[in-house]
Every structure is written in structure tokens, then in C-alpha cells.
């Protein structure tokens, strides 16, 4: 579920906001997008792979917000984890299933 959007790096660029599915966000003129229906997040983790600024946090458990006041080093860190982002590289050729999918063409 979206936890966090963080309003010292986002740049109000809404693509979170577009790139939902579940229409969790609002935008707001000139600020932050607001977390405007939580309920109504699927943990698709879209909003935090599509920010640029990494300014997003989708938890996959609900035990993970729980450390969100301690570590805010998870801002971001699945896009990390994926390898989206300036000067990163991709995961996917680390999954077992790419591996499969190749051996099968």
C-alpha cells in the first residue's frame, strides 16, 4: 500500500498520479500529490517504479510501515531494487523466470 510521499524530493511532476490505476492520488496545484485514497491501493508498486525523484514508498506488508519513521532509506528502494533509474542497471536478467523465458525461445 502507498505509505509515503516525500515532499522534500518529489517535484510535483503527477506522474504518479497518471501512472495509478486505482486513482489513489490528487494532484495538487504547485505541491506534492496527496495520498487522497489509500483504501484503493492495489501495492501495484506503478506510482514508486514511475517517479523520477524516487519520492514514493509503496510497502508490500504492513509490518514495513512500521520502520518507515526509522529508515527512510526504503523512499524509493524498490525502484531501486529493480534497476529503474539514471545510472542503474536492470535486475531482471538476475530472476530465474527471465533465465526460462530465454532458454524457451
Known sequence: ????????????????????????????????PRIARQQDCQTCFM?????????????SEPAACAELTVNRAL??????????????QSTAADDASYELLTRAR
Do not use: K, Q
Open 47 to 59: 506510482c514508486e517504479l514511475y517517479c523520477p525523484e524516487d519520492a514514493l514508498f509503496v510497502a
Open 1 to 32: 500500500m502507498i505509505e509515503i510521499v516525500d515532499t522534500s524530493l518529489c517535484t510535483a511532476c503527477n506522474i504518479c498520479v497518471r501512472a495509478c490505476p486505482t486513482n489513489v492520488f490528487d494532484a495538487v496545484p504547485d505541491g506534492a
Open 75 to 88: 523512499v524509493g528502494s524498490y525502484r531501486r531494487a529493480v534497476g529503474w533509474g539514471r545510472n542503474r
